[in-house]
Every structure is written in structure tokens, then in C-alpha cells.
């Protein structure tokens, strides 16, 4: 009898080139990174967003009996309720 089928590759993370305004990438589908007068903080704010939906979605899928949709959505709902401006020191 033939052996199991092969397995295929882990899926590989996002490379910062495939986000829009991302340091050395080009953006996504072909989109420029933002004009140079964009502010820096809303491109902060965008990371740190993308940050916690990739940590979400990654918990959710090596341990998806303690991440199920309800637990993910209310995680994220959560994270996106606080305040995720960058934190200025007051000298």
C-alpha cells in the first residue's frame, strides 16, 4: 500500500514587505507605502493592531480548543478598547 500523502509546509508568517508603509516593503498588492507626510503615529497604531490580530489568530490556531471564536473575538475586541497610541514620557 502507498505511504501517507505528503504533508505540506508550515504556512510562513507575513514578511513586513507584504504590509503597506512597512519598512523596506512596497506594500501588498502592489500599493506604495504611505507619503512621506503620513503620520508616524497612526502607522504605530496600525502595527500594534496587526500585532495583536496575528498573536490572536496564532494562539487560536496551535491551541484552538482554548481559542475558540468567541474567546478570539473577545480578545480582540479587548486589545482594540484600550488606548494603543505609542506611551509619551512626561519630563
Partial sequence: PPGPPPRAPPPRPPSRASR????GG????GRAPPPP???PEAT???ER????????AIQALFDPDT?????QLAALH???GRDLRPQTSSR
Fill in 26 to 29: 512596497g506594500g501588498a498588492g
Fill in 44 to 46: 504605530l497604531i496600525a
Fill in 20 to 23: 503597506p508603509g512597512a519598512p
Fill in 78 to 80: 479587548d486589545a482594540l
Fill in 49 to 56: 493592531m496587526i500585532t495583536i490580530a496575528d498573536g490572536i
Fill in 37 to 39: 507626510d503620513a503620520q
Fill in 67 to 71: 481559542w475558540p471564536p468567541e474567546r
